[in-house]
């Protein structure tokens, strides 16, 4: 379930409660008239099913309560009441399939904005990486995977693709090529400093490395295992089911194959980085283009299940707050 906590301008109370009234899969409606300050405005509070709330919030997006007053949404961890499990049980498909498309694209936005945090993640995890690489150490490899803040920007890409957004995928786009950018000249320079103090050897890099030769020497499995990453990846997002990205991190190697690059290319090994910049850009358009079908493919379920939804709609009781129980007038006299 969500909770939705809106403050409505008073001329559009009164549409905002028939729109909650009439929508599948709400209830625990309440009405606090004049009591916002800023913006000034009634509260209105209600609880909806997941699987009916991005249909929801784009209705009220349409009466403009966004813009003359707010939305807030709220997961709701645990509701012990009847009301909710029959607003549940009446909504189409399963919570944890839906798609809060707003939702998607602010967490995409955050997380694919270049600041000077996520690029300070993306430099620590690849130079966590060049560790891993020179010393062939497996271990290191996985947590520079875990560390890197890649997949954000790459979200962004895929959401602003579907969503015909082109502003925020150029953002998400912008965050990853300087992120890849700064990360592999602060790592170029960490390589040749390692090596100045006798910590890096070009030898290290050049022996036999059976456990992360794999970084510089992409094949068709590469590809796969990238596809299958983004569909996952996007999958979390959309579903909440954050704790999957931590898989999808650790099964991709798009930051040690930047890092094997970088190293590479402070020692001019130009068989490395050449290979290493092709794991990279088959791992990072794997997953956009997985990304990007996956959106699209839950936006057209979606799509179909509101389709019949509109077409047979349930009976609904009538109102449950009768014209003037809440000490709102309709300005419409219905």
């Given amino acids: 379930m969500l909770h939705l906590r809106m403050i409505t301008p008073p001329d559009r ?31 209105v509070t209600c609880d909806v099913a997941r699987e009916a709330g991005d249909e929801l919030l784009h209705a009220l997006r349409e009466l403009g309560i966004d813009e003359d007053g707010s939305i807030t949404v709220e997961d709701i961890d645990l509701t012990l009441s009847k009301s909710a499990d029959r607003a549940e049980e009446e909504a189409p498909g399963e919570g944890v399939d839906a798609v809060l498309w707003e939702q998607l694209s602010d967490a995409t936005h955050e997380e694919s ?12 995890a690849m130079l966590i990486a060049a560790c891993g690489v020179v010393l062939d150490n497996a271990i290191l490899i996985v947590g520079a995977m875990a560390v890197g ?41 960490f390589s040749l400093v390692m090596d100045a103090l006798g910590l890096f050897e070009q030898s290290m890099l050049e022996q036999p490395r059976p456990n992360t030769s794999f970084i510089w020497q992409p094949d068709p499995f590469s590809f796969v295992v990238a596809l299958l990453a983004g569909v996952v990846g996007v999958l979390s997002l959309t579903s909440a089911k954050s704790g999957a990205l931590v898989g999808v991190a650790i099964s991709v190697t798009t930051v040690p194959a930047a890092a ?15 290979g290493s910049a092709e794991q990279l850009l088959v791992n990072l358009g794997a997953i956009v283009l997985a990304g990007t079908l996956t959106l699209y493919a839950q936006k057209l379920l979606w799509r179909t299940r509101r389709g019949r939804l509109r077409r047979t709609p349930p009976a609904r009781p009538e109102p449950r707050h ?9 300005p419409d006299g219905d």
Avoid at 16 to 26: H, K, Q, Y
Avoid at 165 to 179: D, F, H, M
Avoid at 260 to 274: K, R
Avoid at 322 to 330: H, I, K
Wanted: proline share 6%.
């Fill in 13 to 43: 109370t009164h549409a905002v409660l028939r729109l909650i009234e009439e929508s599948v899969g709400t209830t625990h409606l309440v009405v606090l008239t004049g009591a916002a300050l800023v913006p000034a405005g009634d509260v």
């Fill in 260 to 274: 094997n690059a970088a190293v590479a290319l402070s020692y001019g090994d130009v068989d490395q980085t050449w």
């Fill in 113 to 124: 904005t270049l600041t000077i945090t996520y690029t300070a993640f993306m430099i620590v």
């Fill in 149 to 189: 803040p890649e997949f954000g920007p790459l979200a962004g890409v895929c959401t602003g693709l579907v969503r015909r957004a082109p502003k925020p995928a150029a953002r998400s786009l912008l965050a990853l090529l300087v992120g890849f950018a700064v990360g592999m000249a602060a790592t170029t320079l």
């Fill in 322 to 330: 009768p014209r003037g129980a809440t000490g709102l007038t309709d």
